[in-house]
């Protein structure tokens, strides 16, 4: 009974170990996307996407490769 104990106590103490690293993981995530986040707003306005002018200077590189 003893040993089934430990092994309750084994288990429940690696799932927290598991759970603990995964929050600080969670937190490291979150921290990098509001910094992310954050230069974003800060890099100045933004300009229209335009996917067929993209298209046009991806057709035009390949023209030339």
């Known amino acids: 009974n003893s040993i089934d ?3 309750y106590i ?3 103490n690696s ?3 598991q759970l603990q690293e995964q929050k600080r993981i969670n937190a490291h ?7 992310e986040i954050k230069e974003g707003l800060e890099s100045g306005d933004s ?3 335009d996917a067929e002018a ?5 057709r035009e590189h390949s023209k030339r490769v």
Not at 29 to 35: D, G, I, S, V, Y
């Open 5 to 7: 104990n430990n092994s």
């Open 10 to 12: 084994h288990y429940i």
């Open 15 to 17: 799932m927290n170990q």
């Open 29 to 35: 995530k979150l921290k990098a996307l509001k910094e």
């Open 47 to 49: 300009i229209p996407f």
């Open 54 to 58: 993209i298209k046009k200077k991806a």
